[in-house]
């Protein structure tokens, strides 16, 4: 075989070596962090009595199908009453929502009206113009914390109590998620969404609570210090994912975005294939928009300041393929290292140095597939046991789960093509008013 065609196929192996290489690391970490996912969870703060103010904004458009429900839902919050206030940010809607929060006593405020110029686009921009609407900086001296919800969610009654001891005994952090639950999981593409969550409340979100990690923000659910967000302008974001870019401002001003495993909120998660994958696309476009705009001050802050770790710890959340992407590329590393032999019996492709480098990515696939079967059915396992009431039944939660995992890659990719495009919002279509399965299991309480 020509010298130079002996070196183009070494070079092109060194590239899949060296992203063979990344994927190890990544699996090592978030094996790394699984350790930490695993037994009871425990508070680490003291239930203290109601002080907390807090505002809570329903972010609906067009949701007559669901809003009576969340409404009904909301007034089963058991918290001091003069401390929190909800409305609904009725946005832009053309069917009946705003009819219904008025038939429900529902406070409700209507963007339609255009008192405001609209700043950005979809659910931001809502809540932003609700905000506005509210007084806005005059906001700090009657609330503590705003708490964000989409218009299908249902909370547990006691959220605000459970929010307001750990605020209070962790010194008022910038932001706490909830878990995130699910109120159906009847199909295979719902189950496999509620799979994933599952496995990532606990073993990446309470398991990163427990090292001082920064925790993700989800989008809802969540609390935000009320000040902070003021002084950075509110609700103004310039991605499709609004939570994550937030969770950035806050990492980088040194914040702490925390995590609470012992209230729940409930979303839908689509049925619908074609709804499922526009969600997950916007929501794709959003993470690498983030991610490329956030790179540059990351590395800056990298080696220009302390907390190296939780800035390493957030460029792998940013920079992190999809798990399917991952294993495809672990399948193909496998395939590939096990077809050498049959080729080279025929044809005289490789150096010296491309035969190690074959054998090393044999050796890192391997051990890439041993560590996502780790996580993949002992995590899952787990998880399912002791966080929800819901029976293990291995092959249909697997299928579910690479069903999910692998209609992802399309949204990634295509994510990826459009993460300039930052303008055109997707709504995500809601119709379950309630809970269709067990809410969970073990009380982690």
Request: glycine share 8%; net charge positive; with cysteine.
């Amino acid at each position: 075989m020509p010298f130079i065609a002996e070196q183009a196929v070494t070079v092109l192996l060194g590239l899949f070596f060296l992203l063979t290489l990344y994927i190890n690391l990544n699996f090592i970490y978030y094996v790394f962090l699984t350790f930490f996912g695993f037994g009871k969870a425990k508070r680490d703060y003291e239930l203290v009595k109601d002080q907390t103010r807090f505002l809570i904004l329903v972010a609906a458009h067009n949701e007559e199908k669901v809003i009576g429900s969340t409404i009904e839902n909301l007034r089963n919050i058991r918290y001091s009453p003069d401390l929190y206030d909800i409305y609904v940010v009725n946005d832009n809607s053309t069917d009946r929502t705003g009819e219904i929060c008025e038939e429900k006593g529902m406070k409700y405020i209507n963007t339609g009206e255009k008192l405001f110029p609209r700043e950005g686009v979809g659910k931001p921009a809502g809540l932003q113009y609700a905000l506005r609407f509210l007084g806005f900086e005059k906001l700090t001296d009657q609330y503590d914390c705003l708490m964000i919800l989409d218009a299908d969610n249902h909370v547990d009654p006691d959220i605000l109590s459970e929010l307001n001891s750990q605020y209070i005994g962790k010194g008022k952090p910038e932001a706490i998620q909830t878990y995130l639950d699910s109120k159906n999981s009847s199909t295979s593409l719902s189950l496999g969404y509620a799979m994933s969550y599952y496995i990532t409340n606990r073993f990446f979100q309470l398991a990163k609570y427990r090292l001082g990690l920064p925790n993700a923000i989800g989008g809802t659910g969540f609390i935000v210090r009320l000040d902070y967000l003021m002084k950075h302008g509110g609700f103004r974001f310039h991605s499709l994912t609004e939570d994550l870019e937030l969770e950035m401002e806050i990492v980088k001003d040194n914040g702490r975005v925390l995590w609470n495993h012992f209230v729940r909120v409930y979303d839908e998660k689509p049925d619908n294939f074609k709804i499922s994958i526009k969600q997950r696309t916007r929501w794709s476009q959003g993470h690498w928009y983030v991610a490329f705009t956030n790179l540059k001050p990351m590395l800056k802050k990298l080696f220009t300041e302390k907390g190296k770790l939780k800035i390493v710890d957030q460029l792998v959340y940013l920079f992190g393929m999809a798990r399917a992407v991952q294993l495809s590329i672990v399948i193909i590393g496998i395939l590939g290292a096990a077809g050498y032999g049959l080729v080279t019996q025929n044809y005289d492709l490789l150096t010296a140095g491309g035969e190690r480098i074959i054998y090393l990515i044999l050796g890192g696939s391997i051990l890439s597939l041993i560590l996502f079967a780790y996580q993949f059915l002992i995590c899952m396992y787990y998880a399912i046991k002791v966080d929800t009431n819901q029976e293990f039944k291995l092959f249909r939660m697997s299928i579910s789960v690479f069903y999910y995992a692998y209609t992802f890659v399309y949204a990634q990719v295509m994510g990826l093509l459009k993460w300039r495009q930052q303008h055109t919002w997707v709504k995500t279509e809601h119709n379950k008013t309630a809970i269709n399965h067990k809410r969970g299991g073990a009380d982690p309480l």
